[in-house]
């Protein structure tokens, strides 16, 4: 199966900003319909972006939108969750996974999460 790994996470200070990649392992994933998620403690599993496989489709979930900028590499070789004026809350393992059919918006929905990536916020 494909494994999808999510990396470029770590520790930043509220305002700062991360880049997070998001790879296949075993194989590419350019023609796929990719999403973010993010989890914190305690809390379920959220969306977080997506983006159709060319780019002309383009979702965020209102508590991002504004700060993070989803995209691709023109390849679409990579996927990337670019994040500005970071906040506390949005501390969380980040993960990004493959749409597998259905709403974009909903964790069921996607499939490959791999292990995800540490984002921690502090104030």
């Known amino acids: 199966q494909v494994q999808m790994v999510a990396s470029g996470g770590g520790l930043v200070q509220a305002g700062g900003s991360l880049r997070l990649s998001c790879a296949a392992s075993?194989?590419?994933?350019?023609?796929?319909?990719m999403g973010w998620f993010r989890q914190a403690p305690g809390k379920e599993r959220e969306f977080v972006a997506a983006?159709?496989?060319?780019?002309?489709?383009?979702y965020y979930a209102e508590s991002v939108k504004g700060r993070f900028t989803i995209s691709r590499d023109s390849a679409k070789s990579t996927a990337y969750l670019q994040m500005n004026s970071l906040k506390p809350e949005d501390t969380a393992v980040y993960y990004c996974?493959?749409?597998?059919?259905?709403?974009?918006?909903?964790?069921?929905?996607?499939?490959?999460w791999g292990q995800g990536t540490q984002v921690t916020v502090s104030s």
């Open positions: 983006i159709s496989w060319r780019g002309e489709t383009i």
């Open positions: 075993g194989r590419t994933f350019s023609s796929y319909v």
């Open positions: 996974a493959i749409h597998r059919g259905g709403s974009y918006f909903q964790t069921r929905s996607y499939e490959n």
